[in-house]
């Protein structure tokens, strides 16, 4: 079932996409057994260059259309703050790698098949076009030094 995604969001759904992508290169690496060193070297990356700004945008410009007192935002705040701790953690890197590869899928999923949805349903016009103004896209280049999930 493929979901309409208003045109404002669809931005933010390229860049779940890039998530997902993260997700599946963490899971090659994990497979192939390459050095968790290496993997969080990306993942370090990737949370300082897409994921951070990516969770700023959210947290500024979209979910304040819900409200922080809607239950969907309490739940993704808290998703943000978990993985937050998670991409910062450097301890027991292994088991946060794995805990990261899962719980940043999840979350994807729950904010593009539901959080997203519910958001266009209540969002006004101008909602919409204020966060366009607010999130410039730019195009996603890899950081190909070290592609260990080839």
């Avoid at 404002?8 to 779940?16: A, I, M, N, T, V």
């Avoid at 103004?133 to 195009?139: A, G, I, N």
Wanted: with cysteine; proline share 3%.
């Amino acid at each position: 079932m493929t979901i309409k995604r208003n045109e404002f969001l669809k931005p933010l759904s390229r860049e779940h996409h890039h998530g997902l992508l993260l997700c599946w290169k963490i899971r090659i690496g994990l497979k192939k057994n390459v050095d968790p060193e290496r993997i969080k070297k990306y993942v370090d990356w990737f949370y300082e260059n897409h994921l951070i700004p990516h969770f700023e945008i959210e947290e500024e410009s979209i979910f304040p259309i819900l409200g922080n007192e809607h239950e969907l935002i309490k739940r993704a705040l808290a998703e943000h703050r978990r993985l937050k701790r998670l991409f910062e953690s450097t301890e027991e890197i292994l088991k946060s790698l794995s805990l990261i590869e899962e719980e940043l899928e999840s979350h994807i999923r729950f904010e593009e098949r539901i959080l997203f949805k519910e958001i266009q349903s209540v969002a006004t016009v101008d909602q919409l076009k204020l966060l366009e103004l607010s999130h410039t896209e730019s195009k996603f280049i890899d950081n190909l030094t070290d592609s260990f999930w080839e």
